[in-house]
């Protein structure tokens, strides 16, 4: 009687196996790395209007929480590109108060890649990230206002 119940409970866990659920995927356009899915927005648009954007993906603009996810990023953008590296928005803004830097996606602002001197709030009014500055393709503060190419983030 043992032998029969242990075979009936293995068949019941083999043949819910089948119907487990499958992992968390990216939505198309979007490709995954270290958890989360990523996606280069070409279109050119402010900071503000490149968020809402990725709002409207279920995501926000990308936060980098390391050299891995920036190389990562840059690696995405160089395929859609075909070996550009554009300047880009990405989620950094210190618009609530000047030189407190954070995520629009809420992370914690940690992992930094400043080009020299930056930020550096040129004219007052230098409140958001792009990527892709300089010889460096590092970070600068940018008029949000400006037009840019954007990178957007979501969690598996």
């Known amino acids: 009687m043992l032998t029969v119940s242990l075979l009936v409970c293995a ?12 992992a968390p995927s ?15 927005v070409d279109t050119e648009r402010s900071w503000t209007d490149a968020e809402k ?7 926000n603009l990308a936060s980098v929480h390391s050299e891995l996810d920036y190389r990562f990023i840059q690696m995405m953008m160089e395929k859609h590109t075909n070996g550009s590296l ?15 830097w954070f995520w629009s996606d809420g992370s914690t ?7 020299p001197r930056e930020p550096n709030n040129i004219h007052g ?3 958001c990230m792009e990527m892709n500055f300089g010889a460096d393709n ?10 840019h190419p954007s990178v957007c983030a979501r969690s598996l």
């Open 109 to 115: 602002f940690l992992f930094q890649l400043w080009c």
């Open 11 to 22: 068949v019941i866990v083999l043949a819910g196996a089948d119907d487990a659920p499958a």
């Open 86 to 100: 554009p300047n880009s928005w990405i989620g950094g803004t210190d618009c609530q108060k000047e030189g407190s």
């Open 125 to 127: 009014n230098q409140h």
């Open 53 to 59: 954007n990725c709002q409207s993906m279920e995501g």
């Open 138 to 147: 590092c970070w600068n503060d940018m008029d949000c206002a400006k037009k």
């Open 26 to 40: 990216c939505p198309d356009g979007f490709q995954e790395f270290n958890g989360r899915c990523f996606h280069y």
